[in-house]
């Protein structure tokens, strides 16, 4: 994963966590594909930066973070949500959840590449 400034997105990139807007509703899903429309409307809604999924791309063309995806991190988010839940709407902790799935999330990646 990988946050991106929204002047920075490009189509076809895809999306590493939700977004949502300031009331906490989901503007757009984890795992969609962003097209042009996607970015002209994150501007106008004052987005500035969203995580993105970037890899390294393996041989057979998948990247690492996509192959163990199906896997790890449903169960590492899970953990994450149960210590973080009762902190929904509160801007800072979100912040703070958003960094620490994004440390956490990293760090599996790097085991599971050593794994190999």
């Not at 807007?21 to 002209?40: C, D, F, M, Q, S």
């Not at 956490?104 to 794994?115: F, Q, R, S, W, Y």
Request: net charge negative.
């Amino acid at each position: 994963m990988s946050l991106l400034e929204v002047n920075a997105l490009q189509a076809g990139m895809l999306l590493a966590q939700d977004i949502r807007n300031n009331h906490g509703t989901v503007i757009l899903k984890r795992g969609t594909t962003i097209a042009e429309r996607h970015i002209k409307g994150l501007k106008a809604w004052g987005i500035s930066e969203v995580d993105i999924v970037t890899s390294e791309i393996t041989p057979e063309g998948r990247g690492e973070e996509d192959s163990m995806a199906g896997e790890v991190i449903p169960v590492i988010e899970e953990k994450l949500k149960k210590r973080f839940h009762r902190f929904e709407g509160d801007a800072v902790m979100e912040e703070i959840y958003r960094v620490v799935r994004k440390l956490v999330l990293h760090e599996a990646t790097a085991t599971h590449k050593g794994d190999e």
